[in-house]
């Protein structure tokens, strides 16, 4: 094990998780939120937490405190690389040995032709400069995003996104925090960039036959035109850059950018990865 490790994002998708696996591990790790709220579920774990914001770095100082390894992570935001670059110096500063950065497929390559790629991109760049060790984690998208579908699976057994055809390797998020794990805890990931997908490049109307098994009854998915799909997310609360940037993906995934499965999880954790027919079966109360 190593000295503390420092988890910011610790109450996302992954972070959340990430957090849950360093406490059952035992390691000693320190958890960077931005409210004594969100500090609870991690309290209640057993972990230390500290309240910091990547917008003010005087406060990241003492949240690096003994800290020898980092996970970052931040909430979308436009000025994402300007923020996760005041968490790199402060790292820097703080004599942290070894960075392990949240990214995503594609990035160093194809995904750099789009806004979400170049801001990660950015970053990465950052880090290599710096001189900490690096462990750049590229995950494809999540399958936890299509929680984002459950009321209308619930109430009328569709579902609604534009470009049905475009076929993705998703990733259980559980999978992320596995790997994510190990190169926290672990020797051998300095300087590697692991792409990590699921099993198998699964279409919307893949994933809608998989809920229909796993649910036993139909579940349909429905196309709808990329301007809708805009206007329902921005209907929701979404920032429109957000919105924006994520129709650039979309339009990614249209054409094959994220269709490759690679064997990260089962090389890096020693075991197979979730499909999603496991994803649907260990969270199919959300969608019933």
Known sequence: MTKTILVTGATGTVGSLLVEKLAAAGARARALVRSPKKAEGVHRLGLETTIGDFDE?????????????????????????ELQSNLIRAAKEAG???????????????????S??????????????????????????FMQN???????IKAQGVFYAPFGDARVSYVD??????????ALTEDGHAGKAYEITGPEALS???????FSSVLDREVKHIEVPTDAARGAMT????????????????????EGGAERVTDTVRAVTGREPITFAQFARDHAEAFN
């Open 235 to 254: 209907g929701m609360g979404m920032q429109p850059w957000l919105a924006d940037a994520l129709v650039e993906l979309f339009e990614f995934y249209s």
């Open 173 to 182: 998020a559980r999978d992320v925090a596995a790997v994510a794990l190990s």
């Open 57 to 81: 770095p005087e406060t990241l100082k003492p949240a690096l405190e003994g800290a020898e390894r980092v996970f970052l992570l931040s909430a979308p935001d436009p000025r994402q690389a």
């Open 204 to 210: 919307y109307r893949d994933i809608a036959g998989e």
């Open 116 to 141: 979400l790629g170049r801001l990660h991109r950015e970053t990465e760049e950052e880090i290599e400069r710096s001189g900490i060790e690096y462990t750049h984690l590229r995950p494809n998208g």
């Open 146 to 152: 299509t929680f984002m579908f459950a009321g209308t």
């Open 96 to 114: 942290v040995r070894h960075i392990v950065k949240l990214s995503a497929i594609g990035v160093g390559g194809e995904l750099d032709s789009i």
